[in-house]
């Protein structure tokens, strides 16, 4: 049917991941096309909304971490699409936590332990945020990938049909069978 | 032309609608089923089929994206049996991949099925004839049976509340919009099942030489060779 992105009733997929001081995500359908202008909604433990920002063209987005702690990152294609994932952003803190004990510091956040790092530890931390980000992105990659319709899939479908459709004949045919001519 | 999951199951008027959809689904497929016999069973498969394929297959609009409904070639060709039909290809839809949903299957069904049948009995008068008259009663129904689903789906939205008016006008306006070129790919369908399996259409053949099968007649009736054949069986 012609209609926009927010009227299909087709599956919406999200995938979230932390990337410094941000929770980072993209939102997609099951066809692999990108959710355009969705409203996203970071949702606290009591599922109250903290930030609402919209997502851009590519379907990505990005929201602030105001501390860290577990999270639910909620899309709205509007018209009752909707998906959410969970992302515990307290994980992504041990980088802090590593540093706050090597540097016997009070660091608030790995970013700005990343600040009074010494120069060395500084060139690991961001090497070590290189590799973080990149595997988020190959996971992102990853389950697109999966999520997307392939051809298997739908001739799978159509197969389940015809195994359907098998059956009603099965019983149409047992019950004239059964009627005494 | 699905209602999603979830979408209108927030409200009592909602919970109605999807209800009431369930129940005129389950009545048209028990009238359906009640109708249909083997021999329309393989027929019913294959447009069941075709009707779950042809959603998947999208063309891209700008920034939005197409794909052909078929409920109306679906009706022309099965009636009743449509029900049964779109049914089964919704169910494994919602299921495999996530369009529409299991609570608003009902309703997504009644809203397809209905022009479907509606479309039979409208176009049956035009399709039995064959020829061009067939392919001008697949353009009618590939035109009435997308758009009237469009206005049936935008009439359970209205109905399920006032905040889904704005939805429920854009459903009947791109049904509406959409129409034309499911008529175009409706006709081109009836067009060839006319010339190749007339039987699937119910067409007349010119001559019923008697104990001849229908199919076998209307093979028989396209040349003067096969012409002089029927003269000499009458």
């Known amino acids: ?181 | 032309m699905h209602i999603a999951e979830g979408a209108i199951s927030a409200t009592p008027s909602g919970i109605a609608v999807l209800v009431g959809g369930g129940l005129l689904t389950a009545l048209g497929t028990a009238v359906a089923l009640r109708r249909l016999t083997e021999e329309d069973i393989p027929q019913t498969a294959l447009l069941s089929t075709a009707f779950f394929v042809a959603s998947f297959i999208h063309v891209p609009l700008g920034v939005t994206s197409v794909h052909l409904v078929l409920n109306g070639l679906v009706g022309l060709v099965l009636g009743w049996a449509a029900f049964p039909a779109i049914l089964v290809a919704l169910w494994f839809q919602a299921i495999l991949f996530g369009h529409g949903g299991l609570t608003t299957l009902g309703i997504n069904t009644f809203c397809m099925a209905t022009p479907a049948v509606l479309c039979h009995y409208l176009c049956r008068p035009l399709v039995i004839q064959g020829g061009w008259r067939a392919a001008c009663a697949g353009f009618l129904a590939g035109m009435l049976g997308v758009a009237t689903a469009g206005w049936l789906v935008a009439g359970a939205l209205a109905l399920a509340g006032r905040a889904y008016f704005p939805v429920a006008g854009l459903f009947a306006l791109a049904a509406t919009g959409w129409a034309a070129v499911e008529g175009l790919v409706s006709m081109a369908a009836a067009s060839t099942i006319s010339a190749l399996r007339p039987e699937l259409l119910g067409v007349i053949p010119s001559r019923q030489p008697p104990g001849v099968a229908a199919s076998d007649r209307t093979l028989l009736a396209e040349g003067p060779a096969e012409k002089e054949l029927i003269r000499c069986i009458d």
């Open chain 1, 1 to 181: 049917m012609l209609l926009p992105r927010i009227a299909y009733a087709h599956r919406l997929h999200v995938f979230v991941f932390q990337e410094g001081g941000q929770i980072r995500g993209q939102a997609y359908f099951q066809d692999g096309s990108p959710l355009r202008g969705g409203q996203v909604k970071l949702l606290d433990e009591t599922r109250n909304p903290l930030a609402v920002v919209p997502t851009n063209e590519e379907g990505e987005f990005s929201l602030p971490v105001p501390r860290p702690g577990k999270y639910t990152v909620l899309v709205d294609a509007g018209f009752g699409h909707m998906a959410e994932q969970q992302i515990d952003t307290g994980e992504g803190d041990k980088q802090g936590q590593l540093l706050k004990e090597s540097l016997g510091t009070n660091p608030a956040s790995d970013a700005q332990a990343g600040e009074t790092a010494p120069s060395g530890l500084k060139e690991v931390l961001g090497e070590l945020r290189a590799v973080k980000s990149e595997l988020a992105h190959l996971r992102a990659a990853l389950e697109r990938q999966n999520n997307r319709t392939r051809i298997q899939d739908i001739l799978g479908g159509a197969g389940y049909i015809l195994g359907v459709m098998a059956i009603v004949y099965l019983v149409k045919a047992a019950k004239r069978r059964t009627v005494p001519q």
